[in-house]
């Protein structure tokens, strides 16, 4: 396999874009990532869209043709990659093989979706489809109502408080005060996040990503193309994704996600690292309890003890594990098929030293974690500074 | 790149499977695809899911998941992959990258939609999906339509008559009935599809794919593997993708499907070989006069010369140019997603020697041309048997 590095990266501001359609979204963040890359769109060998509900709440299907011509780059390879709220991060994947296969060179992989448009029952239909239609959709579940089950399975089996869960909503707030790009800027408070109301008991409001709309796109390239520039360069240690049964119940256990613990330890592997070489993470916290979770499952804590990771303070900037500095899935935003690509451009500032505020010293390693459905597809993808 | 060969290949009868769900389908297609190469559903290590439409018409998404899930295959990579009614060979595209790179040994990629269970007005929205949403279908253009302008600039701009164009449905139809897995195994007469209703002027009834269910599955893997074997080997000695300017009205030229001559082009030069090397074709013949013009774009005929080939018996299976002896998209049926797989399927049947009554006689290379929108997605697949 041929090596591959990040060669540029680029997103709008998640927020509900009221005036701005799927490709305007998507055009933004790709000029950002061709000129963050210093080359052309025009180079391009091929573009992947990574996006889940186009279909459905636009209209709009084949976003590989469509991209392409908007980005005025046609007579390349494109095509959409979907994997519910997993796309970005499997988009990605899909754009790392096809680098290292040695067939294309300037890869770019773009996120997006738009969800403001639509009307709430909606965007309800649209995300449980990321279940089962036939068993599960059709009881009635929606999304957040599964969340809500592993939330008070976890806290049940592990004896976890809901106040130290909610934390997390919290931390998320306070790093996205200092992202641009972030849906919401606000600090929040613990009494505010548990007086907030119930989506689905025991999930509030405040612990609950939200609905918006933005774009992430990233330019790949192999790593002998860029070793001869002087900057600092981003190679992709390890890409992997692994599948879980869709539903939950089908699974043994619904307080760990085996599809995380099965990326991360491929990806681990991959990367030829342990999971406490990790410099800063970007995971996938759709619901407090899930992004606990996803922090025992990725190995940096042993189960049921996730929680206690936050409030310790060993997720924050100079922490033991910084986690979700710009403010997670839960102020950041959520933008579907894009999420999985904000986490990667996110953790290319972090090695490059361009986060700002939110800058952990000296990060060399950092991880994504992107998660579709409740945590049956997940991807990790692993960035290291090789120079 | 690692070298990729085909191990095993399964489709279901294309047809109205009123009480089959998408999830039947696939895994009908996957089994069969798994008995054929040897190996247990369990020894794969990614499943592609090649759909176009789930999402609007089942409420379905995150088909990667979902399939591997009903394969039993937990565990592994999965991912859908969308590229309107190019999606099958696009998929392909994607399962051919994840080999050639070296990260996977046995990849499934399997296609499927399902159209019966729907209401027209549905079927028109989902399809019209393939083309542009906000400066097309708005116009209330519909698919059959917009290849209707196509039809008659081609019949203007080379002087082609519409009784030579419609011989193709003709074609497809005759070989259909030797297809067990043919949506319509009956002849029609010239006369017959020249009077059936119009459905967008000049296109009559008769001379357009119908829509159906189906599902068709392939596996691939290094070639190093199975060169040890005795049997047939199969290897996949080009797969190019290109996409033009999503809709006509960006063209110059809407009797040309540039896309296509770009994709052969590079599949041409990948393969080391020319248009006339190749033994037997598969080509996407949604409507008779975009399959007459594919045979010109691949490199078949010169351009307004392609009903001439038909005419002249020059794509029968003893022709110099065999071209769609399962009954193409006319009368095998065009399960959208699915299509360009069972285009690979029939090909690898014909190098493999199995196409039975079909069977072109000492056929070493075949190729397989899928289209998504207007010409909009191409993908061109070569095979070639190597032993």
């Not at 969340?147 to 306070?174: G, P, T």
């Amino acid at each position: 396999m041929r090596e591959v590095a990040v060669v540029g990266v680029g997103v709008t501001k998640v927020a509900e874009h009221w005036e701005r359609s799927l490709r305007d979204l998507f055009v933004e963040a790709s000029l950002k990532a061709a000129e963050d890359a210093g080359i052309s769109l025009r180079d391009l060998d091929a573009v992947y869209v990574a996006n889940m509900s186009s279909g459905y709440l636009q209209g709009q299907e084949h976003l590989g043709s469509l991209m392409s011509t908007w980005l005025g780059v046609s007579g390349i390879a494109a095509c959409k990659v979907e994997a519910a709220c997993a796309s970005g991060g499997v988009a990605f994947h899909q754009g790392f093989l096809a680098v290292a296969s040695g067939l294309y060179d300037y890869v770019l992989i773009g996120g997006v979706e738009k969800m403001s448009d639509a009307i709430t029952p909606d965007i309800l239909s649209a995300l449980i489809m990321a279940d089962d239609q036939e068993y599960v959709a059709s009881t009635g579940a929606t999304f957040v109502g599964l969340n809500a089950l592993v939330y008070r399975a976890y806290m049940e089996k592990y004896k976890v408080k809901q106040e130290d869960i909610a934390l997390l909503a919290v931390h998320d707030h306070a790093y996205a005060v200092n992202n641009p790009y972030a849906q919401f800027r606000n600090e929040i408070t613990l009494e505010q996040v548990l007086s907030s109301p119930l989506v689905a008991d025991p999930i509030h409001l405040l612990e609950s990503s939200p609905t918006g709309d933005g774009a992430a796109a990233i330019i790949l390239a192999p790593l002998e193309k860029v070793k001869r520039c002087n900057d600092v360069v981003i190679e992709v240690a390890a890409s992997r994704v692994a599948v879980d049964h869709l539903s939950l119940n089908e699974r043994e256990d619904i307080t760990t996600m085996t599809a995380t613990i099965r990326a991360a330890r491929e990806a681990y592997k991959m990367a030829k690292i342990d999971a406490k070489d990790v410099d800063v993470v970007e995971m996938h916290d759709a619901f407090t309890a899930l992004g606990i979770i996803n922090l025992e499952d990725l190995g940096f804590a042993e189960k049921g003890k996730g929680a206690l990771m936050v409030k310790e303070g060993e997720i924050e900037k100079g922490g033991r594990k910084p986690t979700n500095l710009f403010g997670g899935l839960k102020a950041r935003g959520h933008p579907v098929g894009a999420t999985g690509l904000y986490q990667i451009v996110e953790i290319v500032w972090q090695l490059r030293g361009q986060a700002g505020k939110s800058q952990v010293e000296g990060a060399e390693i950092g991880l994504a974690q992107n998660i579709g459905g409740v945590g049956s597809t997940v991807s990790v993808n692993i960035l290291r500074r090789v120079r």
